[in-house]
């Protein structure tokens, strides 16, 4: 027997040994699990600031010679003027992909791949980055190329045409998805087309957006006073302070980015159709919730966790999937926001004849839940299930980094995440019932269904067999809105 069998037969053999022994029990279910121990970093440890009062987070972590640094403003679409949806995408795209005042977009990327250095802007709703990751070795070299990109991009008129026609293309295409065409609707009926929440970019639009429109977006955004910064990587904390530092030098500073405008848009209650001929239907009911720091919002959590927020243990996967057989995704969630309520929403997905019968379940779950207390298996499991997952928000240093910085931008309180496991478990039914009646009500939620309306208004009459199963949209909706279909180009409605 050569060496490597021999070692793999006796490493069988000391696995085997507890099973021969009969530690391990006979059924999954009698295996014993001890508490889980985990404590989140404290960001008051990682936090340093810079002259300037630059914030700085730092985590080091010596595994590869690789650092990452990313560098977080405020502001993004919330910026852009109504008729320039599109523009701070645009913005950071060109960043990334228009080089820099001295450098063609052609050289900055062969420079930037000769050291293996890997660049991303990111310019989204409410907050915009700039990262790059690369060898320890040609740091220098590497961030001295990442920050002529950041400070100085050259937004080429030649590669603008060419992001731009890009976009003009995949305009073309948004409709070919019901789901894409779910998600635009929603957030008209939800936010208003006018709001950043819910605008979309046209034709129009992005034809409108001048290399100027960039510049000024670029300038207002991008600057030392509107920065946090987060490091991880192999470095050594004060060598990169210094680094930091130095590279910041001479950046012109600016004015920081105030919040953005709530959105005023009120949605209206009741059932939207948007036509589109597809074999399934898409359905989503929503709702404005709740603020992100309301002192519910724990308790929200763990009732959507039940609801329809923690996949096949949750009610609305178990009765519209599990028991019904009529969706492969269904389920819940709630998406919170910072100053303003956010957004409840349950959806699925069903064949045409059964979208209603899959709205009417869905909405006697919804009921369900603000009448009737939730069991203490239930509860029992959704708490256990936050709590056990808990860590991953901390599993990485690059993702660590990214919740401190986020809680940094939005002003969260430092002791949340050490109380956060402990408010978790002081939920109790009761309290699930009061949240869910006071955050949850069919009466103000919009219900959107995408599909062909001849195919989903009759229902499911192939069900006669069983009468409890045959339901029409008139059964669940007395009325409908017939949202215009939308040139997927201008977004108006088609003649």
Known sequence: MNRTRLTAFVGVGVLAAPLLAGEIPSRPEQIQF????????????????????????????????????????????????ADKAGLASM???????????????????????????????????????????????????????????????????????????????????????????????????????????????????????????????????????????????????????????????????????????????????????????????????????????????????????????SGFTSRIMNRVRTKEGLAYSAGSFVSPRVGYPGAFSAFFMSKNATAALGAKVTLEEIDRIRTEEVTTDELDTAISSIIETFPRRFESKERTLRTFVDDEWTGRDPSYWSTYRDHVREVTPDEVLRVAREHLDPEKMGVLIVGPWDEIAPGNTDSEDDPERVTTIEDVFPSVTQIPVRDPVTLKPKE
């Open 91 to 309: 913005t950071g795209a060109m960043i990334q992909q228009g080089g820099t005042a001295t450098l063609t977009p052609s050289e900055l990327e062969e420079q930037l791949d000769f050291l293996a250095a890997r660049v991303r802007v990111d310019v989204g709703d409410q907050y915009s980055s700039a990262s790059i990751n690369c060898l320890t070795s040609n740091l220098d070299e590497a961030f001295a190329l990442f920050m002529q990109m950041v400070r100085e991009p050259g937004f080429d008129p030649d590669r603008t045409e060419v992001v731009r026609g890009q976009r003009l293309e995949r305009l073309k295409q948004r409709d070919d998805q019901g789901f894409g065409i779910a998600m635009r609707e929603l957030g008209f009926l939800m936010w208003g087309e006018d709001s950043f929440e819910g605008r979309q970019p046209t034709g129009d639009s992005l034809n409108s957006i001048t290399r100027e429109d960039m510049q000024t977006l670029h300038h207002r955004i991008f600057h030392p006073d509107n920065m946090i910064v987060s490091v991880s990587g192999d470095f050594e904390q004060s060598e990169m302070l210094a680094f930091l530092q130095n590279a910041f030098d001479g950046w012109e500073r600016g004015e920081p980015v105030p919040d953005p405008t709530p959105p005023t848009h009120v949605l209206k209650p009741g059932l939207y159709h948007y036509e589109k001929d597809q074999p399934q239907s898409q359905v989503i009911f929503a709702q404005r919730c709740i603020e992100r720091d309301d002192p519910d919002a724990i308790p929200v959590e763990v009732m959507n966790d039940i609801l329809g927020g």
């Open 34 to 81: 001890g508490p889980l121990e985990f404590e989140p970093p404290n960001a008051a440890e990682m936090r340093h600031e810079l002259p300037g009062a630059i914030p700085v987070y730092l985590a080091e972590t010596h595994e590869f010679p690789l650092v990452t640094i990313t560098l977080s403003f405020k502001g993004g679409s919330s910026l852009e003027p």
